[in-house]
């Protein structure tokens, strides 16, 4: 960082800057998880406004719901599923882009990350129109006499969102890895290859563990929406592929507030510890440790 | 790519893309099916629900309102974003490293647990779901995007510009005026697209926050369980796909032949 200090009145200047920033963040972010948390401790049931009482009852009878434990544990397992399978699918894609693709680069990253400038909703529902019973896919079975009646199994399970999932966060995945290895200093890989490592040894060394934070940062881009979301478990999830999100939006629905902030609370706090625990790892303390 | 070893990763890499981009093609496919159900037999190409589109009220209005929504909250979002990152980037003061996780937070939070909290704060404060609203909440959200963006193109500012101006005589004013925004002009722009492009997409935040002033991605999920909504509504979203990504391919394409002419 530049001596900037030697601007005069640089301090003040920065605290001006910041300071409307600070506020928006204060307002808008700070004080309304204040207020979730504050409405998770009002008595449960359908309640029109805060009340000035402090009960951990919404907490005993949405917890005491084993139901609602299960869903949590699915949640969990699918959004842990998908980022690894994610991050494993995208790799290769990320490796592809940043040291294979020589000609044509532009067009293969172009490629790569249009997916972005699609409407999510639009991915997750393209799979409902394959996979349903009168879907492409059984049509298509049944068309070439591979099977006769229309099979059921494709969607409504949670095989199936967590297949959506995948298929929506796998671009999302490859961007902070193609970053990351971007930036990576490929001396080092020279240096390997001179001193007489095979290829996968060079990549197993060097390459793989430079990516790490990209690794991580993919991993927990994946992870962390995945635990808030109910619109790929309401397209193709059926009753048993619900997750904790759609739980949360029926509570929400019928203006159950308090009961719907208790596992408001529930998934963030699983979202921050995934959090902490995925800052630790990829090392990233300050804005210039994220590279865009 | 002329490396033997790389021919397995290429095969890959297309695989992929074919597979990514097959379930668009079939859903773009579907929007000019001529039949009132989104499912085979193939029943022939027509172009009714692009016509239905443009004699749908409640879609249009829902695409007037994300546009609404996602200029408004991307120039909040860009303004705070970008003062924030001359701040940080630049100057040292007094809670600098608590200001820079908390903006950095809403990156990895589920949106979900942000939405029920300000609809929760809202209704506390008697306020009803609108266009306000969800604007606050896209601008919270882009805001860690446009905050990384322009900043790391502030990081790689060459700090004698900056020691010349000091020497010269120059304020922080002028520093501010003459320096950093010329230089994080290309940043605000990829910035602003960014968080427009967030906002127009996004579903969780909205859902909650609208109200009666559903969004496009709003209307859209709505529709799962109004099936008559669904074909108008996926002929609007792929022709918004496809004049995003036409304009995105055209952009690519002008980029390169300038690059090209210019060398």
Not at chain 1, 178 to 184: A, D, G, T
Not at chain 1, 230 to 257: D, E, K
Not at chain 2, 13 to 31: E, H, N, Q, T
């Amino acid at each position: 960082m530049a001596d900037t200090r030697r601007i005069p009145g640089g301090r003040r200047f920065g605290l001006i800057l910041s300071a409307v920033p600070a506020l928006w963040l204060l307002a808008f972010f700070v004080v309304p998880l204040g207020i979730l948390v504050a409405w998770s401790f009002q008595p449960p049931g359908i309640v029109p406004g805060l009340r000035r009482v402090v009960t951990l009852e919404s907490y005993r009878i949405t917890l005491s719901a084993e139901s609602y434990w299960r869903v949590l544990a699915r949640t969990g397992v699918i959004a842990l599923t998908v980022a690894v399978v994610a991050v494993a699918l995208a790799y290769p894609i990320a490796y592809t882009l940043a040291f294979a693709a020589r000609r044509r680069r532009n067009l293969v990253l172009t490629l790569a990350l249009l997916p972005f400038l699609t409407s999510y909703l639009l991915r997750i529902y393209a799979w409902r129109l394959l996979l349903g019973t009168k879907g492409v896919f059984n049509e298509v079975l049944q068309a070439i006499g591979l099977t006769h009646e229309p099979l059921g199994f494709f969607l409504y399970s949670r095989t199936a969102v967590a297949l959506v999932l995948i298929y929506v966060w796998v671009p999302w995945a490859a961007l902070p890895i193609f970053l990351r290895l971007e930036q990576m200093d490929r001396s080092l890989v020279e240096a390997a290859d001179d001193l007489g490592a095979n290829p996968v040894r060079a990549f197993l060394r060097v390459t793989l563990p430079m990516s790490l934070p990209g690794i991580f940062a993919a991993f927990f881009f994946v992870m962390i929406p995945t635990l808030g979301d109910f619109a790929t478990a309401s397209a193709v999830g059926g009753a048993s592929g619900q997750m904790l999100g759609n739980i949360i939006q029926q509570y929400l629905n019928s203006l159950s507030y308090p009961g719907g902030a208790v596992l408001s609370v529930l998934l963030l706090v699983t979202a921050l510890i995934a959090m902490v625990i995925g800052a630790k790892l990829s090392g990233i303390r300050d804005v210039g440790d994220v590279r865009v | 790519m002329s490396r033997p070893r790389h021919v397995g990763l290429w095969v890959y890499f297309w695989l992929y893309i074919g597979l990514l981009y097959m379930p668009l093609l079939v859903l773009a496919a579907f929007s000019m099916h001529d039949s009132d159900l989104l499912a085979l037999p193939w029943k022939g190409f027509s172009v009714r629900w692009y016509h239905e589109m443009l004699h749908a009220p409640a879609l249009l209005r829902s695409l007037r309102i994300s546009v609404v929504v996602a200029l408004l909250s991307a120039t909040i979002a860009v303004s705070l974003g970008g003062a924030l990152a001359i701040a940080v980037s630049r100057f040292r003061f007094p809670g600098r490293g608590v200001l820079v996780v908390l903006a950095l937070s809403p990156l990895v939070i589920p949106y979900l647990g942000l939405a029920v909290s300000l609809l929760m704060t809202f209704v506390a404060l008697g306020l009803k779901p609108s266009i306000p609203t969800v604007v606050v909440g896209h601008s919270v959200v882009a805001m860690p995007f446009a905050l990384l963006l322009v900043a790391t193109r502030l990081l790689g500012i060459d700090p004698e510009l900056e020691e010349a101006a000091l020497d010269l005589g120059a304020g922080w004013r002028s520093i501010l005026g003459r320096l950093y925004i010329p230089l994080m002009g290309p940043a605000i722009g990829t910035a602003f697209v960014t968080a427009f492009i967030l906002s127009f997409d996004e579903l969780y935040l909205a859902f909650f926050l609208s109200g009666s002033d559903q969004t496009l991605p709003v209307y859209f999920f709505s529709g799962l369980r109004h099936p008559e909504f669904l074909p108008p509504t996926l002929a609007l979203t792929t022709l918004v796909t496809v004049l995003v990504v036409g304009f995105t391919l055209s952009s690519q394409v002008v980029t390169l032949r300038r690059r090209a002419a210019a060398t």
